[in-house]
């Protein structure tokens, strides 16, 4: 294995179109000898077998590639991957990667191979005999017509795979592209916003990141497409880009939010798509400007492993947040921000001077993702109370915390015994034993105003938890919580964490502080019932960070109805969160009836 590679941006500006083609030849360069046999794609192991996890390490890269090719760059590695793919498609190869059938990884990975026959036929159709041609085509043919896919945008990708087709001439399957954008249409949740399948399915990365970019894609590479589902397409994208930005912080940073989090830069492949399909949903400054700063921010992340590939992690390398699909070749789905280098130099995506997010509402509702985006105190953060999928690992903390920062990040559980294990960072945590800890998963019923975040949830079916999160300022929120339980329960309520690399910390009375470089993070119970504390969860649950200080609030409950009250604060700027005294009762999210059935208010803490 090759070792102490340099940094793959090392000495890049990552500034100009230049640069960005040069960043993506530096991340494909270990990509020619990383996998060398199935051996070293079986570990992390994933759901599908070691054959489609090499079928998913070699086409993923394409993703980046087939756009850099389009807009005339040179890489020298294509030979290498028409050899893989005309092996992958021959049942009579050892390498063959088999037939694609329901449900299956394969027809994910076919999407890609779709694109790219769009995109760059020169470089992985035209040089490939005709027998080769013919199995690649009716492979790809086969996975299309896959008789059963997950309700959700799986749809889309026999759409990517017949745009390929007809684009180097080879029979499409007639009415497939039109079911799939009609089933596509039941997604939709107006505003701009799809969730990721029907009903009360999630909205998060997958709506930027699959199903407005393949229709953003579908606009600019079907021939024939419907001009009504083109017009439907962008205006929907448009509307969607004035609500996304708020999920990006001015750093580049983007919310730690829902699954497949270790795609890390696809984070940013809407904006990408946008400027593809010439969308000027905002200034093509502003457009680049978000493009430019999330793909930054990545370049200063420890996220390689020891021979240069991606990693499946976030910041850095971490099983821990990983899906069950995930295999060493999963990360390479973030080459889809590759998608302006398909641009001419002269594309004003690319002539234009990058500018900074415009001034951003200081609180954004968008109660159809169950969010409520706050700008301020040098972060972006997101009181939260969200759909989720069970199925997904570790949904309470992809989907379930009270609130995601930009800055602060989010963690999640590392196994199922003790607090520190469980991940309590902007959570709840409910106890019977102190061992066997429960936290909110999903919502019986929420809703968001411009002022409050307000849900329902049960950890147990006879437990019944009604939480208020209310923006209290720039970095600053209360969460109020009502309990009913037949039992005593024990809690434990965390703020945000913070790397515990030269951490100082403190717990005194009703709160607990920690502070870190220019991360401030603080914690206070209002009503003088519960502990401050300082923890220190498990190694690796964090995202940003592998070790973590975390102030809590820690308390007991009789069986019974009670009141839980909290205020959070947290700064990215290098500033404190001693904050002006909170007349908390007062703020404008907290009904009447339920200030008045509240505790007292405890004392400020010294």
């Known amino acids: 294995m090759t070792r102490n590679r340099p940094h793959p941006f090392s000495g890049n500006p990552l500034r100009s179109r230049a640069d960005w083609q040069r960043a993506l030849l530096a991340l494909c360069a270990p990509l020619t000898d990383a996998y060398p046999d199935d051996t070293a794609l079986a570990a992390p192991g994933s ?43 021959d049942p009579e190869h ?150 996304f930005r708020h999920w990006f912080a001015a750093d580049g940073a983007a919310l730690p939010f829902g699954r497949s989090l270790t795609y890390r830069f696809a984070q940013c492949a809407f904006w990408g798509a946008l ?6 949903a905002l200034p093509w400054g502003v457009l680049r400007g978000l493009w430019a700063r999330n793909l930054r921010w990545w370049a200063r992340q420890p996220m390689f492993a020891a021979d240069g590939t991606l990693s499946v992690g976030y910041a850095y390398p971490n099983l821990f947040m990983s899906e069950q699909y995930n295999a060493a070749g999963s990360p390479y789905w973030a080459f889809k921000a590759f998608l302006p280098l398909a641009l001419p130099a002269g594309h004003p995506f690319w002539t234009a001077e990058e500018e900074p997010l415009p001034a951003p509402d200081p609180v954004r509702p968008q109660p159809e993702a169950g969010l409520l985006v706050q700008h301020g105190g040098g972060h972006t953060t997101a009181l939260a109370a969200c759909d989720a999928d069970t199925w997904v690992r570790n949904a309470p903390g992809k989907y379930g915390k009270f609130a995601y920062s930009t800055a602060f990040g989010c963690a999640v559980s590392t196994g199922p015994l003790g607090a520190a294990a469980a991940a309590p960072d902007s959570a709840l945590l ?138 959070v604060h947290a700064t990215a700027d290098g500033g404190t969160t001693r904050a002006e005294p909170l007349d908390w009762r007062a703020l404008p999210g907290l009904p009447r009836a339920l200030r008045d059935a509240l505790p007292d208010p405890e004392g400020p803490t010294p």
């Open 47 to 89: 759901a599908y077998e070691p054959r489609v996890a090499r079928l998913e390490a070699t086409v993923r890269p394409l993703w980046g590639l087939a756009p850099f090719a389009a807009g005339g760059g040179r890489y020298d590695g294509w030979e290498r991957i028409r050899r893989a793919v005309a092996a992958g498609t």
């Open 94 to 243: 050892p390498e063959y990667w088999g037939e694609p059938g329901a449900m299956d990884q394969r027809l994910v990975e076919a999407s890609v191979l779709g694109c790219t026959l769009a995109l760059a036929p020169g470089e992985l159709w035209e040089p490939l005999t005709e027998e080769e041609r013919t199995r690649l085509a009716d492979w790809l043919r086969r996975a299309a017509r896959a008789e059963r896919v997950p309700d959700n945008n799986w749809h889309l990708f026999p759409v990517m795979v017949e745009l390929g087709l007809k684009a180097v001439g080879e029979r499409p399957e007639p009415g497939l592209t039109e079911r799939a954008l009609a089933r596509v249409e039941d997604f939709y949740r107006g505003g701009g916003w799809y969730s990721d399948g029907p009903g009360g399915k999630p909205l998060d990365y997958y709506g930027p990141w699959a199903l407005h970019l393949y229709p953003l894609l579908y606009t600019t590479l079907a021939p024939d497409a419907d001009p009504a589902v083109v017009a439907r397409v962008r205006e929907r994208a448009a509307l969607f880009a004035g609500e």
């Open 275 to 280: 400027a593809h399909a010439g969308v000027e």
């Open 430 to 567: 409910l106890s019977e034993d102190g061992l066997y800890w429960r936290s909110r998963i999903a919502c019986a019923s929420r809703s968001v105003t411009a002022d409050r975040v307000r849900a329902r949830w049960h950890p147990w079916p006879d437990v019944t938890v009604d939480t208020w999160l209310l923006p209290a300022g720039p970095g600053r929120h209360v969460r109020v919580h009502r309990l009913v339980t037949p039992r005593p329960l024990r809690t434990v309520e965390g703020g945000f964490a913070v790397p515990l690399e030269g951490a100082v910390t403190r717990a005194e009375g009703h709160g607990a502080r920690a502070g870190s470089g220019d991360l401030a993070s603080a914690v206070r119970d209002l009503t003088g019932s519960r502990a401050g504390e300082v923890m220190f969860p498990d190694p690796n649950s964090h995202l940003l960070w592998p070790r973590t200080a975390l102030p809590v609030l820690r308390g007991e409950l009789p069986s019974g109805e009670h009141w839980l009250a909290a205020e």
